[in-house]
């Protein structure tokens, strides 16, 4: 069991449909963040939340859209997605953003397959 | 840059050692992280090292040379719940990502 929740577990949309994934935690942690991962490849950052603000947004297409409405939770909310967007998508979470010795808690994922 | 490699795959055997080697370039070096990750899992952390030299965890021991921009991942006593991917990564200059290794996928087999 991780300490970061994230759900649904897996999604099935299609290309006109919104949805959002949600994801949890509640160690206390001010960093949030939200990964993409290929099969076999390793994760790739899309967004960073310090203190519910957004610091990183790395040219990540506007059909994807986070929201951090606290310190525990952080939201993806995905609309006119593509099918190369489906992937496993992970949040994390460290206890503070820009210190280099923060490990990240990852949560299990959301796999997302988009028909 | 940031490039950060890793073997693709490696096999080993139930109660063997295997040693998963990561080498990165050693501009803006910051520490150095593994994850273990199972497939259809959260990646979990497993060490930190900014230090150079071995860091032992039980089974699982981590190295760091930072001169040579190398570390290591030492498995011991392999068991079959080891096969899964193991990623290095480190953060960036500015500390503010983590950018990971290719990832290497253990086998082990009975």
């Known amino acids: 069991d991780t300490e970061v929740t994230q759900t649904p577990k897996h999604l099935v949309m299609g290309m006109t449909n919104k949805k959002s994934l949600k994801c949890e935690q509640h160690m206390g942690h001010r960093a949030m963040y939200w990964y993409k991962q290929k099969a076999k490849k390793p994760p790739e950052l899309m967004f960073v939340y310090s203190y519910e603000k957004l610091s990183i947004n790395e040219s990540v297409p506007s059909r994807f859209s986070p929201e951090c409405p606290n310190s525990s939770l952080l939201n993806l909310h995905l609309h006119a997605l593509q099918p190369e967007d489906s992937a496993l998508y992970l949040c994390?979470?460290?206890?503070?953003?820009?210190?280099?010795?923060?490990?990240?808690?990852f949560g299990d994922g959301t796999r997302l397959s988009i028909l | 840059g940031q490039n950060i490699d890793q073997p693709t795959e490696m096999t080993a055997t139930e109660g063997a050692i295997v040693q998963i080697n990561c080498t990165y370039q050693t501009s803006g070096f910051n520490g150095l992280f593994w994850y273990q990750q199972h497939a259809g899992e959260a990646p979990t952390f497993l060490s930190y090292n900014v230090l150079d030299g071995l860091e032992e965890k039980g089974r699982f021991s981590s190295f760091l040379s930072r001169s040579k921009g190398y570390s290591y991942l030492l498995l011991k006593e392999l068991q079959m719940k080891d096969s899964a991917s193991y990623l290095c990564?480190?953060?960036?200059?500015?500390?503010?990502?983590?950018?990971f290794g290719t990832g290497t996928r253990l086998l082990v087999s009975p």
């Open positions: 994390a979470s460290s206890q503070v953003f820009g210190m280099s010795n923060q490990p990240q808690h």
């Open positions: 990564a480190k953060p960036n200059t500015g500390f503010q990502k983590l950018v």
